[in-house]
């Protein structure tokens, strides 16, 4: 956040502080028809399913400004919208951006955000058509909508898995939420609560991926060009166990994972090492990596294995078999959804 | 709010708590084809234009639960968002609702909340298909989407407004900011702070104004009928002045509004003597009327006079003309936006 030369968002007022934040906002898409500037901002859809996916993100809860900078969190605010959207194996046209703020906040901290933001509408061809900014009494609130489109019987929901079915996941897993213990660790070195020096040299992949997560698009080229329609398919952000859960649960399935097959990146396992964690309970609970995980029939693997950085975990089994992951060594252990979970702390 | 008898949070936990506030939710609209349970909704509007508003309220700044009861607060939350619709000639359809809560709520404060958003989504037909609840540090953040449709060749913006056009609006302004006065002064007495008694007798329509705002349908419905299409319309939620200022720069327009044609209730009336305020000044830039402001051409004259509950109360000008308010001496006031903006104080 700017502690000098800051401009105070009082001498804008309301309306002046959109404005500014917004007059360069230009609308890219077709299907975008009115933006910033009336009651409502207005689309057009013609022969397409309308996604819709929102999220509310609290300061203190989802993001800590000690150690996130504004710029990045603007993009990320995007991003983890987008990979709803594209979790439905849909496209992402529009969003509307409600910010609240403290007078903590000046306007070039809103500068940053915004700065961030457009850059992750750019890469994926996104339209801005709604802004809103208000105050707060304390600290900052971020509410992102996030509209897409998706062919009609394109869209895949987390309820399509079918026994036999293979489990797949994009990336790699647990990097995110190491890269969190890193920045908490941080934050208590520079508070003088512990004597270790911070050292980021070595674990750049594990900040980028908590501060600077990307939405796999990609994947979803990937698995069109490919013919692939995922069977169920949802994004990784609460952690992999409890996604899982989730689309056995809707699906009315079990499944098999296998623990020597979940992707981890090497910075990954060299901290957990550092931090004494498992690193298995890492990758499967860990969450914030927004990576895709999805389910195809079984006649696509020759298809799925082909495309890059997608890989095979398990496979969906009957409901009586419930969930569970098999060990290295051969052990099966039930699957819980620890997840992360503010709500119960 | 409940302080006995309550069940906290976190017996439930995030998807427990959802799952217990959303699943009696049915799907009411052809245009809902999935609600909540999913990365994103799922929705369908062939041939019409999709329009998207979206709010963000946060406690102490947009309400006071010491004297806003939560049912109320879900009640006015979806409301004022249907508003934004209808402001646009629109019929809403969908919402999505996004809570921050702290520890200070309990199961049955949510559940209040949800019974009042049922209330509103079922008096106008509007589906909840997206429900999400998340923790704050502090207080209470409510953020909505709304969701509507209208024929392509329907939609009603700002800027459409013409020389000669008439200036209407609906229903009758400053009942709420006499109802949020009258409220701050209980809160006083609550606290001991004044010594006045609270008295509500006769000023119940002040009351529900402030606290159960109803979205004008009924207007939007009555316009279709008489064949009347505005030129320019928008809500009046930031106080009359403000929003005529809003349409003139934006049409590139002035406006000429005369004072003994502004309609006012009695019991507005009664309060601004008693609170010794200006009348007109409550009732131009008091906010959160939620009544619609429009313009049509001067040939609609006759047709607009005709609908119940609308009241012509100026016409538009050149844009040299600047904005005023024509007194009933006859003098001209120009036009400030002093409206209700939290980001000046």
């Known amino acids: 956040m700017h502690e000098n030369n800051r401009t105070e968002i009082a001498t804008l007022g309301e309306f002046g502080l959109i404005k500014h934040l917004t007059q360069d906002i230009k609308l890219e898409n077709p299907e ?18 309308v996604l819709v996916t929102t999220d509310l993100l609290m300061e203190g809860v989802h993001f800590d400004l000690v150690y996130t900078p504004l710029k990045h ?3 990320k605010s995007a991003m983890v919208n987008f990979s709803d959207i594209y979790a439905m194996n849909g496209t992402p046209k529009q969003i509307t951006v409600s910010l609240a703020v403290s007078k903590r906040f000046c306007i070039e901290d809103l500068e940053d955000f915004y700065e961030g933001l457009k850059l992750a ?13 208000t105050s707060s009494v304390t600290g900052l609130a971020i509410s992102i909508t996030c509209i897409g489109e998706a062919p009609k019987d394109q869209v895949v929901y987390r309820n399509g898995a079918k026994d036999t079915d293979l489990i797949c996941v994009s990336g790699d897993l647990g990097a995110a939420y190491m890269g969190l213990q890193l920045m908490e660790r941080e934050k208590a070195v520079f508070q003088g609560e512990k004597d270790v020096q911070p050292d980021f040299a070595g674990k750049e992949y594990l900040l980028e991926r908590i501060l600077k997560p990307e939405a796999r698009k990609d994947i979803i080229e990937a698995l069109a060009k490919a013919g692939i329609k995922p069977t169920a398919m949802m994004d990784i952000s609460d952690g992999l166990s ?3 859960m989730h689309i056995c649960s809707q699906s009315g399935t079990g499944c098999r994972v296998y623990e020597e097959r979940i992707p981890i990146d090497y910075q990954t396992a060299v901290m957990a090492e550092e931090f004494n964690m498992n690193l298995t309970t890492c990758a499967l609970n860990g969450g914030e990596d927004y990576e895709l995980l999805f389910t195809v029939p079984l006649t696509a693997h020759e298809a799925v294995s082909q495309i890059k950085d997608v890989k095979v975990i398990g496979h969906i089994t009957k409901a009586e078999l419930g969930c569970a992951l098999v060990t290295r060594d051969g052990n099966e252990l039930e699957l819980k959804a620890q997840g992360w979970n503010p709500l119960k702390q």
Not at 32 to 49: M, N, R, T
Not at 121 to 133: A, K, N, Y
């Open 121 to 133: 509408c750019q890469l994926h061809h996104v339209d801005i058509v709604g802004g809103d900014t």
């Open 73 to 75: 969190l603007g993009y």
């Open 242 to 244: 409890s996604e899982l």
């Open 32 to 49: 975008s028809k009115y933006g910033i500037g009336d009651d409502a901002a207005v689309l057009e859809f013609p022969e397409k399913q």
